[in-house]
């Protein structure tokens, strides 16, 4: 599986979680609708007992309410092994996430997430794309030429001439 899908990034262990309030959901559901529906007292016209309505209610609100939960489980851990990957402070935008609300905190941290860092060649810790040295072991990061220097560095004659 790639590294880099949405499933490859999350954490086992989140992806366990939200397996387990999914199936928790689905086993819950029916009983809650089934003692709710003895409760209320539901009748239908179709003669169909309280229990067995109360029961298909609660099962299909248990699975929309299990696969809810559970996505935003998987969206929590995507931002914190995605946050971690890039470098930045994966705690605090994971809390930034589930504490603002109505979904602003995913989109603040989609807005505003740093490019994916490199590792570091001597020690291997991830710099960030910005940072010119390693901040564990202090190497100098070599990053590769680009635009004109690139150009006049293979010596392709498409920078300006030079004059010895």
Same mark, same amino acid.
């Given at each position: 599986m790639k590294t880099d899908s949405?499933?490859?990034?999350?954490?086992?262990?989140v992806k366990i979680a939200a397996a387990i309030v999914f199936a928790c959901a689905l086993v819950i559901g029916p009983f809650i609708?089934?003692?709710?529906?003895?409760?209320?007292?539901?009748?239908s016209p179709h003669g169909i007992p309280p229990g067995v309505l109360g029961?298909?209610?609660?099962?299909?609100? =248990?699975?929309?309410?299990?696969?809810?939960?559970? %996505?935003?489980?998987? #969206?929590?851990?995507?931002?914190? /092994?995605?946050a971690h990957r890039r470098a930045m402070p994966a705690v605090l935008w994971v809390l930034?996430?589930?504490?603002?609300?109505?979904?602003l905190g995913f989109l603040l941290y989609f807005a505003l997430?740093?490019?994916?860092?490199?590792?570091?060649?001597?020690? =291997?810790q991830l710099i960030a794309a910005e940072q010119? %040295?390693?901040?564990? #072991?202090?190497?100098?990061?070599? /990053?590769?030429?680009?635009?004109?220097?690139?150009a006049r560095s293979s010596g392709s004659g498409m920078g300006p001439a030079t004059t010895v």
């Open positions: 949405f499933f490859g990034l999350i954490p086992k262990g609708g089934a003692y709710q529906g003895h409760v209320a007292g539901l009748n029961s298909a209610i609660g099962l299909g609100l =248990g699975l929309l309410v299990g696969a809810l939960v559970a %996505f935003w489980l998987l #969206c929590l851990g995507y931002v914190y /092994a995605d930034i996430a589930i504490f603002i609300p109505n979904l997430r740093r490019p994916l860092g490199s590792p570091c060649s001597n020690c =291997g010119r %040295f390693c901040s564990w #072991c202090g190497s100098q990061r070599f /990053a590769a030429p680009s635009g004109e220097n690139a």
